[in-house]
């Protein structure tokens, strides 16, 4: 360690709460961060500084002008080299922190690789943006006996729930199924506000500390917070004897392995999601959502939506075709962001 090193940390280790003891441990541990959009760009940034000896990060888009505003770790030049979110997390935080060990992906977690990324992690935070990943999430660390702490935020509030395998609930024991696509805002939709972020992601990060220091919060719950009105809320849960998760063992989204979401659609420059389950839409409320976001029309039993950033054409059933892309990734992107899931 040279002086550099030594000063580096000492405000942190002169915490109580961290120690010179701490600061060790930290050092020798491991957190996968899914998904670098904004609440990852926080919680990257914070425990890069804080000295944590490995960050694994997973973002499967590209920097974007509109993630100027909330998604830290980018700059203008990022955006206008349209580079993965992966690539320019990596060098930003490689510039915050040369000692510590930065493994970025551009990947999207699914079924098929989640459980080796998990694998020799201490400990995951959510940073993604939808139900899906969330719920495999939940799956793989309740199988492997791993923490994660959830975030949601959408428009000036946001939930944070840490998961503690065998201490305290897990996802399912609160919300046992995900949402149906389009039945809930999006940042896309609703907007979001870069205050409410940076909150939940200093309440996931302080969480983790805590939980890979050995000294997780004593109660498990989930805090709800609105940074516009200052309201704070800590909303108690027990664990579900009943949940098909964390009780019975049932993994059904990491089990649902056969089921792929997206195919790229050969000659027409369209790729097809299809979620793993089908959904009856309702289309009335979905056009008042993205008509302030992009266009809306209407055809027979199609609905067609046009933003900025792409198109598609949405069916009853959930299904979508995501148009003028072949880059399957992409399109998953763009129908999470409007559809929420
Ligand atoms: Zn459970």
New binding site residues.
Partial sequence: MNSTDNNRYARQRILPEIGANGQAKLAQSTVFIVGCGALGCFQAELLARAGLGRLRIADRDLVEWSNLQRQVLFEESDAAASVSKAEAAARRLRAINSTIGVESLAVDVTTRNAESLLADADLVLDGTDNFETRYLLNDVC?KQGKPWVYAGVIGTMGMVMPILPGRG?????IVPSPPDPGATPTCDTAGVLNSAVAVMASLQVTIALRVLLGSPPADTGLFYVDVWNGSFEFMKFQ??DQ?P???KGNFEFLDARQVSWTTSLCGRNSVQVNPPRSVELDFEALRQRLEPVGSVSSSGLLMRFKADDGEMIIFPDGRAIVTNTTDVARARTFYARYLGI
């Avoid at 609930?169 to 024991?173: N, Q």
């Fill in positions: 309740i609930p897990c996802l399912r024991c664990k579900d949940c998760c964390c009780a």
